[in-house]
Protein backbone atom coordinates (compact mmCIF):
# COMPACT_ATOMS: atom_id res chain seq x y z
CA UNK A 1 0.00 0.00 0.00
CA UNK A 2 1.55 3.12 -1.36
CA UNK A 3 0.31 6.72 -2.06
CA UNK A 4 1.20 7.20 -5.71
CA UNK A 5 1.46 10.91 -6.51
CA UNK A 6 -0.24 14.27 -5.50
CA UNK A 7 -3.53 14.44 -7.50
CA UNK A 8 -4.77 17.74 -7.06
CA UNK A 9 -4.68 20.93 -4.64
CA UNK A 10 -8.17 22.68 -3.73
CA UNK A 11 -8.66 25.47 -2.29
CA UNK A 12 -11.22 28.04 -1.49
CA UNK A 13 -12.15 31.37 -3.55
CA UNK A 14 -14.16 34.16 -3.03
CA UNK A 15 -15.10 35.35 -6.59
CA UNK A 16 -14.74 32.35 -8.92
CA UNK A 17 -14.77 34.49 -12.77
CA UNK A 18 -12.08 36.52 -11.28
CA UNK A 19 -9.74 33.48 -9.70
CA UNK A 20 -10.64 31.91 -13.36
CA UNK A 21 -8.89 34.88 -14.75
CA UNK A 22 -6.10 35.30 -12.55
CA UNK A 23 -5.00 31.46 -13.18
CA UNK A 24 -5.84 31.18 -16.28
CA UNK A 25 -3.99 35.01 -17.96
CA UNK A 26 -1.83 35.40 -15.10
CA UNK A 27 -0.26 31.95 -14.08
CA UNK A 28 -0.98 30.57 -17.24
CA UNK A 29 -2.19 27.59 -16.60
CA UNK A 30 -4.57 25.38 -19.30
CA UNK A 31 -8.35 25.06 -17.46
CA UNK A 32 -9.76 21.72 -17.91
CA UNK A 33 -13.50 20.48 -17.83
CA UNK A 34 -15.54 19.88 -14.52
CA UNK A 35 -17.82 17.75 -13.92
CA UNK A 36 -21.15 18.93 -13.12
CA UNK A 37 -20.77 19.84 -9.44
CA UNK A 38 -23.96 21.64 -7.30
CA UNK A 39 -21.31 24.32 -6.12
CA UNK A 40 -18.98 27.23 -8.38
CA UNK A 41 -15.53 25.77 -8.93
CA UNK A 42 -12.92 25.49 -11.95
CA UNK A 43 -10.45 23.28 -12.45
CA UNK A 44 -6.59 23.65 -14.00
CA UNK A 45 -3.76 21.47 -15.12
CA UNK A 46 -0.61 21.88 -12.94
CA UNK A 47 2.17 20.04 -14.91
CA UNK A 48 2.01 16.94 -16.28
CA UNK A 49 -0.89 15.20 -13.99
CA UNK A 50 -1.62 17.32 -11.15
CA UNK A 51 -4.59 19.25 -10.90
CA UNK A 52 -5.55 22.67 -9.30
CA UNK A 53 -9.43 22.85 -7.91
CA UNK A 54 -10.79 26.04 -7.57
CA UNK A 55 -14.12 25.97 -5.22
CA UNK A 56 -16.31 28.64 -4.93
CA UNK A 57 -18.49 30.59 -2.35
CA UNK A 58 -15.38 30.94 0.21
CA UNK A 59 -16.69 32.74 3.35
CA UNK A 60 -14.15 32.20 6.30
CA UNK A 61 -10.57 34.44 5.95
CA UNK A 62 -7.81 32.53 3.81
CA UNK A 63 -4.64 31.88 6.18
CA UNK A 64 -2.03 31.44 3.72
CA UNK A 65 1.75 32.59 3.93
CA UNK A 66 4.66 32.27 1.23
CA UNK A 67 6.56 30.48 4.65
CA UNK A 68 3.44 28.49 5.48
CA UNK A 69 0.51 27.30 3.78
CA UNK A 70 1.52 27.65 -0.32
CA UNK A 71 1.97 25.48 -3.01
CA UNK A 72 4.95 25.64 -5.36
CA UNK A 73 5.43 25.24 -8.98
CA UNK A 74 8.65 24.12 -10.95
CA UNK A 75 9.01 26.59 -13.56
CA UNK A 76 11.42 26.79 -16.78
CA UNK A 77 12.37 30.41 -16.59
CA UNK A 78 12.15 32.53 -13.40
CA UNK A 79 13.01 35.96 -15.81
CA UNK A 80 10.30 35.49 -18.16
CA UNK A 81 7.90 34.23 -15.15
CA UNK A 82 8.70 37.70 -13.55
CA UNK A 83 8.13 39.30 -16.45
CA UNK A 84 5.34 38.16 -16.78
CA UNK A 85 3.64 38.63 -13.78
CA UNK A 86 5.27 41.97 -13.72
CA UNK A 87 2.99 42.98 -16.62
CA UNK A 88 -0.09 41.39 -15.31
CA UNK A 89 0.34 43.64 -12.05
CA UNK A 90 0.42 40.44 -10.06
CA UNK A 91 1.64 41.32 -6.36
CA UNK A 92 4.71 39.06 -6.18
CA UNK A 93 7.76 39.18 -4.00
CA UNK A 94 11.14 39.38 -4.78
CA UNK A 95 13.59 36.74 -6.16
CA UNK A 96 15.51 34.77 -3.35
CA UNK A 97 17.85 32.44 -3.51
CA UNK A 98 17.55 29.20 -1.29
CA UNK A 99 20.50 28.42 0.64
CA UNK A 100 20.51 25.02 -1.42
CA UNK A 101 20.73 27.70 -4.53
CA UNK A 102 17.28 26.77 -5.62
CA UNK A 103 15.76 29.92 -7.02
CA UNK A 104 12.34 31.47 -5.99
CA UNK A 105 9.05 34.03 -6.10
CA UNK A 106 6.49 34.07 -4.78
CA UNK A 107 3.10 35.41 -6.10
CA UNK A 108 -0.40 36.25 -4.45
CA UNK A 109 -4.12 35.16 -6.29
CA UNK A 110 -7.28 37.14 -5.35
CA UNK A 111 -7.86 35.99 -2.23
CA UNK A 112 -4.24 35.82 -0.77
CA UNK A 113 -3.40 32.37 -1.52
CA UNK A 114 0.33 32.28 -2.32
CA UNK A 115 2.07 30.88 -4.96
CA UNK A 116 5.58 29.80 -5.09
CA UNK A 117 7.57 29.40 -8.49
CA UNK A 118 10.96 27.71 -8.43
CA UNK A 119 13.35 26.32 -10.75
CA UNK A 120 15.75 23.55 -8.54
CA UNK A 121 19.64 24.66 -7.83
CA UNK A 122 21.97 23.80 -10.78
Known amino acids: MKAIELNHIAIHVLDIQKSVAFYRDTMNLPQ ?6 DFPGAWFQLGERQELHLIGDRTLPVHSHHRGG ?3 LEVDSLDEWEAHLDKHH ?4 SRKIRPDGALQTFVQDPDGHWIELCMPPK
Do not use: G, I, V
Open 32 to 37: LDRPAF
Open 70 to 72: HFA
Open 90 to 93: ATRL
